[in-house]
């Protein structure tokens, strides 16, 4: 997530999408996209798919005028960095899921990966969180405008706090994505707290993770209960820097005198 500062006071009626003009993208940039998800293997691009995007995108770089989402406005540039790095885990999940999987992305922000994820996965429970309320606000806003059949919302909350606030989401996901949101490391007590036993933990770094993050964060997973299980490693388009997506299967409820020694 990154470091906000919202406004104290919005009209609610600043973060419906029919306040914002609709906004399309150049059919130059939708063929690269769509040239792009066929060399990740990414199904199904279709008219529907772009429709969709377009009301995403024009949402956010309305609301983004005020509140602080992203720094990638371009419709080239939201295409690759926004949704097509959001579609890159697409496979792997839904090859871990099925109707009606209860998928949470945790730190959600703008809504990514979990707005593209639900646009192309519509039959899975989504639900998006963030700390921030105004964030949260958005992304109710959003969701409406994606066409599925799953459940879909966003709520306010610290993932270790679930607990205490939504005990119906408490061990209760058999996915929990995380992207840009902080180190892989200081998110296992979050997600641990939101995972069945069983489910995955879906992380997504970018290239320093090797060196920086993941020997830590391997170490770490036993304590909090995870084994790391895979460490994909991948690039959006050809000569790009390396992406990875990591994979922690939750085995148990870990051991709390070791997960202190990883507690801030």
């Known amino acids: 997530m990154q470091n906000t500062i919202d406004h104290p006071e919005r009209d609610p009626r600043d973060f419906l999408p029919e306040k914002y003009p609709r906004m399309h993208f150049d059919d ?4 690269r996209f769509g040239e792009q998800c066929a060399a990740l293997n990414i199904p ?3 008219d529907a798919h772009r429709d969709t995007l377009e009301k995403l995108y024009s949402h956010l770089v309305g609301v983004n005028e005020w509140l602080n989402l992203t720094r990638i406005t371009s419709p080239a540039d939201y295409l690759k960095f926004q949704v097509l790095d959001s579609l890159s885990v697409l496979n792997t999940i839904v090859g871990m899921t099925e109707e009606r999987s209860a998928i949470v992305d945790l730190g959600s922000g703008g809504g990514y990966p979990g707005l593209p994820l639900m646009t192309w996965m519509t039959t ?7 700390a921030r309320q105004k ?3 958005f992304l109710n806003a959003t969701i409406p405008l994606i066409p599925r059949d799953g459940r879909g919302g966003a709520a306010a909350f610290r993932g270790r706090d679930v607990g205490r606030t939504r ?6 996901a058999e996915i929990v994505t995380a992207r840009a949101v902080g180190k892989g490391v200081e998110l296992l007590p979050d ?6 036993v069983g489910g995955v933990f ?5 290239q320093s993770w090797p060196l920086e993050e993941g020997p830590l964060f ?3 997973c036993p304590a909090f209960g995870f084994e790391q299980v895979d460490d994909i490693a991948f690039s959006l388009v050809p000569d790009d820097p390396t992406r990875h997506i990591i994979l922690a299967v939750k085995k148990g409820n870990g051991i709390p005198r070791k997960m202190r020694k990883y507690l801030k």
């Open 44 to 46: 199904g691009v279709t």
């Open 191 to 196: 997600v641990s707290e939101l995972l069945s």
């Open 135 to 137: 964030k949260v606000d």
């Open 218 to 220: 391997a170490e770490a």
């Open 202 to 206: 879906v992380l997504m770094k970018g």
């Open 124 to 130: 899975q429970d989504f639900t998006l969180v963030d």
């Open 167 to 172: 005990t119906d989401l408490w061990h209760h």
């Open 28 to 31: 130059a940039d939708w063929r």
